[in-house]
């Protein structure tokens, strides 16, 4: 069977212990959490867990039977082929150099990242974008010396109801 990455749902009432529970049952069956990501709604007793997983159908449908399972969870959808917007964002610290600085300016001119701040030797730039763009741009820095990245991890909305 074919293993993807997918996007995953999860409406929960807003306790404590309902994230360790639910990283616990996928972590207890085995089942790894590449990137997670949790807030409150628009009903503050109400969050939603973005997670992203990768594995076959039957194994995502498995992850979302067992998720179904606990008391505190609301909802379970899988997104990946669902019309939705997906976003990360990071956070990169770049150390300027003679040899460097140039460089990094016109990347972040041409890209139109933004930058939070910077110094004489450093500069803290924010991207914002998919999958594909994040990637791009850690393709485009790295050779340049990222000296630290920090990223939220993917985030996701359906387009509809």
Known sequence: MEKKDHIISILVHNKPDVLARVAGTLGGKGYNIDSLCVNTTTQKDISKIVM???????????????LQRLVDVISVDDLTN???IHREMVLERMNLTAENSETVKNAIATNKWKVIVSGDTYV????????????????????????????TGLVALTLED
């Open 52 to 66: 992203t997983t990768s594995g076959s159908q039957t194994t995502i449908t498995r992850i979302e039977n067992q």
């Open 82 to 84: 669902m019309e939705s």
């Open 124 to 151: 803290i730039i924010e991207i914002t974008g998919d999958k594909r763009q994040i990637e791009f741009s850690l393709a485009r820095l790295e050779p340049l010396g990222i000296a630290d990245i920090t990223r």
